[in-house]
């Protein structure tokens, strides 16, 4: 069955119309055609509609969406519903929806667009994406493109297809947008400031970066509601081989930029570990607005009724030398006030570049600069300063701030934007590759060295 879902700011209206539908023929004068014609596959996560919270130049307004019927397609399309609604900058976005058992076949067949999005369940995500390729589509993927070993090498099989059908396979990496990790990287690039890479050890790292989520939050102001299978770690992945794929890039971007990393010799996985945190059925059922578990979850009940998940997860490894330790946490809710929270430390020869964002720093992301070299306080500052200068070029408005021992880079809200609005930095990117017809020569064999280190390390952790 083939459903128009019409979502421009005028009441929800369902159309059904016959099995086909044929595109209008261009009339001359008429505008020149977009570019870009996206399919999203199986919505099942809120990230594969925060691709489309903006309007996209250069992309035909009709997203067309391939998914089975059920309660993860109309979450996915109410979201975009209050995109196309919302009072400030409304998109209009029109769903033409195909929801059916063959969904996948049939988008595959049908190929109306040139882009398949694919956030959702990741147990079918890897064969997913290689089959896309293989019929050349080009595939714009939320993390993680694979959650286990084996379906590593069907990922690097998928890499192989896109380039010899000429198609563009890249995920979604929205933490490279998040503007302190932006001029943690810049300033990690001055040697005057920083001096040299740390190389570390396993009990000090040179680069350590962890993630604190919470299963209830906010999107677009309003409670998430995850699906069940977002609880099951054979669907969704545990959390080493999920969330940690963002970290594990930005080591790999921060530490070594455009560089190209071969995982065969640049990365050793040494260690790695996992643990689980326990939900009640009450704080199941706020997050996902089931009664009870699912038959599939029941092999994760522990104490009669408390769901364990192994969301939690740590890697540690060394990169080009480099001893990185990635980990993530997931609790059930924040505290009042908090949100989200990354931490992050680059320890240099002459400084450690910190990110906090705990309750000192009102849980929002703050970059410190910590001076550890030798040579007087004036001399460095007075580095920092002219490098701080020198990137008022690209990001105007930065500045030094020192309060007591705490030195901070001061950056303007104008950059704070958000991790939604990522989600559009990370497409009009990618829809920049598709123009050039090509990614960055690093950004393959990293992506493949990422999931290595991530896969590894789930084996590894088991």
């Given at each position: ?287 996902t607005h089931l009664d ?50 990354h931490y992050s430390i ?24 910590e001076k550890t070299g ?89």
């Open positions: 069955m083939r459903i128009l879902i019409f979502l421009h700011a005028i009441p929800f209206v369902l159309f059904s119309i016959s099995c086909s539908t044929s595109k209008k023929d261009p009339v001359e004068g008429d505008s020149p055609a977009p570019a870009f014609q996206l399919m999203t596959l199986d919505p099942g996560h809120f990230h594969a509609a925060l691709v489309q919270k903006m309007q996209l130049e250069g992309v035909d307004p009709t997203v067309y969406v391939y998914a089975p019927e059920g309660s993860d397609v109309q979450d996915h399309l109410n979201r975009i519903k209050g995109f196309n609604t919302r009072a400030e900058n409304p998109t209009s976005w029109v769903e033409e929806v195909y929801t059916g058992p063959d969904f996948f076949e049939k988008m595959i067949r049908d190929k109306p667009g040139n882009i398949m999005v694919v956030s959702g369940n990741n147990a079918k995500k890897t064969e997913y994406i290689k089959k896309a390729v293989e019929a050349g589509i080009n595939v714009l993927a939320d993390k993680p493109m694979v959650i286990s070993g084996d379906d590593f090498e069907m990922l690097k099989e998928a890499f192989e297809l896109a380039e010899k059908n000429k198609v563009l396979l890249y995920d979604i990496m929205t933490e490279r947008y998040e503007i302190t990790t932006m001029i943690q990287k810049e300033l990690s690039q001055i040697p005057e400031v920083f001096g040299e890479l740390e190389k570390g050890s396993l009990e000090n790292p040179a680069v350590t970066k962890e993630s604190v989520h919470h299963f209830f939050k906010y999107v677009s102001g309003n409670p998430i509601k995850r699906p069940a299978w977002f609880f099951d770690v054979t669907q969704q992945g545990e959390g080493v081989v999920d969330v940690n794929t963002h970290l594990v890039d930005l080591i790999q971007w921060e530490c070594f930029p455009e560089q190209i990393i071969d995982y065969k010799k640049d990365i050793e996985v040494l260690s790695a570990k996992r643990w689980a945190t326990d939900l009640t059925p009450s704080m199941f059922n706020r997050v009870a578990y699912p038959d599939y979850l029941k092999k994760d009940i522990i104490k009669d009724s408390v769901l364990s998940v192994y969301s939690n997860g740590e890697i540690n490894y060394t990169l080009k030398g480099v001893h990185a330790k990635a980990s993530v946490i997931w609790n059930y809710e924040a505290p009042e006030g908090a949100k989200d929270t680059m320890r240099g020869t002459k400084a450690n570049l910190i990110i906090n964002q705990g309750a000192k720093e009102d849980y929002q992301a703050t970059l410190y600069v030798n040579g007087s306080d004036e001399e460095f500052m007075n580095h920092l300063k002219a490098a701080i200068d020198k990137l008022q070029s690209t990001y105007p408005g930065l500045k030094v701030v020192r309060s007591g021992n705490d030195i901070t880079i001061s950056i303007p809200d104008k950059y704070k934007v958000g991790h939604e609005a990522h989600f559009t930095q990370v497409t009009e990117k990618y829809l920049e590759y598709l123009k050039a017809g090509k990614l960055p020569d690093w950004e393959v064999p990293n992506m493949i060295a990422k999931y290595y280190t991530t896969t590894r390390g789930y084996e590894m952790s088991r």
